[in-house]
């Protein structure tokens, strides 16, 4: 069974949004196309409260219930099989879909017989490669869909670097 899991496509990772990702919003027509490809579609959101010590590293972003927070506009939703809030805490960054407070993600993927997960979204180098990287440590062949993933390189090379880290982990690349 192929889950794909959708990172933080939210309004305030795309231009015009708070913290915005170069062409975050490019990934969305990408992702509405391969959506029916997968037998279960999980999409996670940057979920902060007003106050973290994430944001001593961040400009303000995503606060839940905000329209910054919200969905791209156009992702298709009506697919999306489960929401899952990321980031809910106010001591740690929450960059990973695997370490939520609501839920254990590889426990309830591994119940729906999940084996292997595809990721996208955004930002590459946080949340992306946070998350891959956690999938394959628990044992989920794991794929990062290169076309519908977007990154921030705050530092030049930051995405690239990873890349390269996704794969020694054993992160696999593909295209849409
Ligand atoms: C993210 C920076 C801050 C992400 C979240 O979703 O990759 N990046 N918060
Ligand atoms: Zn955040």
């Not at 029916?36 to 959101?45: E, S």
């Not at 972003?61 to 156009?74: I, L």
């Not at 030049?156 to 849409?176: C, F, N, T, Y």
């Amino acid at each position: 069974m192929k889950a794909l899991l959708i990172i933080d496509v939210q309004n305030d990772f795309c231009p015009g949004g708070a913290l915005p990702v170069p062409e975050g919003d490019q990934v969305v027509p990408v992702i509405n196309g391969i959506l029916d490809r997968f037998d279960l579609v999980v999409a996670t959101r940057d979920w902060h409260p007003e106050q973290t010590v994430h944001f001593e590293k961040w400009p303000v972003h995503c606060v839940r219930n905000t329209p910054g927070a919200a969905f791209h506009p156009d992702l298709d939703i009506s697919k999306v099989d489960k929401i899952v809030s990321k980031g809910t805490g106010n001591k740690d960054d929450g960059y990973s879909a695997f370490e939520t407070e609501e839920l254990d993600l590889a426990a309830w993927l591994r119940e729906q017989g999940v084996d292997e997960v595809y990721v996208c979204g955004l930002a590459t180098e946080y949340c992306v490669k946070a998350s891959a990287l956690d999938a394959v440590r628990h044992g989920f062949r794991t794929f990062v869909i290169t076309d519908a993933v977007r990154g921030i390189d705050v530092h030049p090379g930051d995405i690239d670097r990873a890349m390269e880290e996704m794969k020694k982990a054993g992160v696999e690349m593909v295209k849409s």
